[in-house]
């Protein structure tokens, strides 16, 4: 089955219809569209039960949605058609979906683990408070803009967060065995996210085939701000960093608020939270690459 989110930004038929005659070598193939936010979800528990192969073509919150609905160990595949498409250039794929597609069906696999954060699946990254914020800000906005578009957006909005909070975001957190930190970050593989064509390194040990990693920021202040900025585009400098809790191959992350924050997966806003407990789930699916 492949499943296609009309909404995503670069779904359109005549792309739909390239994409179905590129994936033809994997078998028999039926389509079925998304109707409305979580739909994903039904449909992969759908097609789980009853295909070989499950594929989707989004962005990164409907192959969010398929991760969990799935309900059995069947080869799964993402095809880029989002702003960001994190998840597929994570795993080496091309960012046009009919390139994209083309080697999937060539039918090699390679099984990766999955975050979960209270009960919900995550590919590549979560977090709580400072970057769920800046998703909140963004979905608030809409999601059918152009990627350059998106990502002068996305630099924008995360300049006037910042500037709301005069740049200093104090100890807020408490994550369990490491303290008191502003934000926590929490990767299931490298890079974090994407800016334009540049990885984000904000974890840069995490793999996909490991436990999660933990950046958390004792506290962030102007002074700071260039050097925290380094570390994710170099990816190096936060493991070591004396004013930065950082974790590698973690099965398990507590984090208690005194207040309710934003909390994200994989771009998708949750919703406030006062407690997100982060489990890996290793080995836990078999992606198509």
């Given at each position: 089955?492949?499943?296609?989110?009309?909404?995503?930004s670069g779904v359109d038929?005549?792309?739909?219809?390239?994409?179905?005659?590129?994936?033809?070598?994997?078998?028999?193939?039926?389509?079925?569209?998304?109707?409305?936010?979580?739909?994903?979800?039904?449909?992969?528990?759908?097609?789980?039960?009853?295909a070989e192969t499950v594929?989707?073509?989004?962005?990164?919150?409907?192959?969010?949605?398929?991760?969990?609905?799935?309900?059995?160990?069947?080869?799964?595949?993402?095809?880029?058609?989002?702003?960001?498409?994190?998840?597929?250039r994570a795993l080496g794929?091309?960012?046009?979906?009919?390139?994209?597609?083309?080697?999937?069906?060539?039918?090699?696999?390679?099984?990766?683990?999955?975050?979960?954060?209270?009960?919900?699946?995550?590919?590549?990254?979560?977090?709580?408070?400072?970057?769920?914020?800046?998703?909140?800000?963004?979905?608030?906005?809409?999601?059918?803009?152009?990627?350059?578009?998106?990502?002068?957006?996305?630099?924008?909005?995360?300049?006037?967060?910042?500037?709301?909070?005069?740049?200093?975001?104090?100890?807020?957190?408490?994550?369990?065995?490491?303290?008191?930190?502003?934000?926590?970050?929490?990767?299931?593989?490298?890079?974090?996210?994407?800016?334009?064509?540049?990885?984000?390194?904000?974890?840069?040990?995490?793999?996909?085939?490991?436990?999660?990693?933990?950046?958390?920021?004792?506290?962030?202040?102007?002074?700071?701000?260039?050097?925290?900025?380094?570390?994710?585009?170099?990816?190096?400098?936060?493991?070591?960093?004396?004013?930065?809790?950082?974790?590698?191959?973690?099965?398990?992350?507590?984090?208690?608020?005194?207040?309710?924050?934003?909390?994200?997966?994989?771009?998708?806003?949750?919703?406030?939270?006062?407690?997100?407990?982060?489990?890996?789930?290793?080995?836990?699916?078999?992606?198509?690459?």
């Amino acid at each position: 089955m492949l499943i296609v989110n009309p909404s995503a930004s670069g779904v359109d038929d005549a792309r739909v219809g390239e994409v179905v005659a590129a994936l033809a070598p994997l078998g028999r193939l039926e389509v079925r569209a998304t109707e409305r936010p979580g739909h994903a979800v039904e449909l992969a528990r759908e097609a789980s039960r009853e295909a070989e192969t499950v594929l989707v073509l989004s962005g990164d919150g409907g192959f969010n949605e398929v991760l969990n609905g799935l309900a059995r160990d069947v080869r799964v595949g993402f095809l880029p058609a989002g702003g960001t498409n994190v998840l597929p250039r994570a795993l080496g794929l091309p960012r046009d979906p009919v390139a994209a597609a083309r080697r999937l069906a060539a039918g090699r696999t390679r099984r990766i683990s999955l975050g979960r954060v209270n009960g919900r699946r995550f590919a590549f990254a979560a977090g709580v408070g400072l970057d769920a914020e800046l998703v909140r800000r963004m979905e608030a906005l809409g999601r059918r803009h152009g990627r350059r578009e998106r990502d002068l957006r996305v630099a924008w909005i995360a300049l006037r967060l910042l500037a709301e909070r005069r740049v200093h975001l104090p100890p807020a957190l408490e994550v369990e065995g490491h303290g008191r930190v502003a934000f926590a970050l929490v990767a299931n593989a490298d890079p974090y996210t994407f800016a334009g064509p540049l990885g984000l390194h904000v974890a840069p040990e995490a793999r996909f085939e490991r436990g999660l990693d933990l950046v958390a920021p004792r506290e962030l202040r102007a002074r700071s701000l260039p050097r925290f900025s380094w570390y994710a585009l170099t990816g190096r400098g936060q493991a070591s960093a004396p004013d930065v809790a950082y974790g590698h191959d973690l099965d398990r992350i507590v984090v208690h608020t005194e207040t309710p924050v934003p909390l994200q997966v994989d771009g998708e806003d949750l919703g406030d939270v006062t407690e997100a407990v982060f489990e890996a789930e290793r080995d836990a699916v078999r992606v198509l690459v």
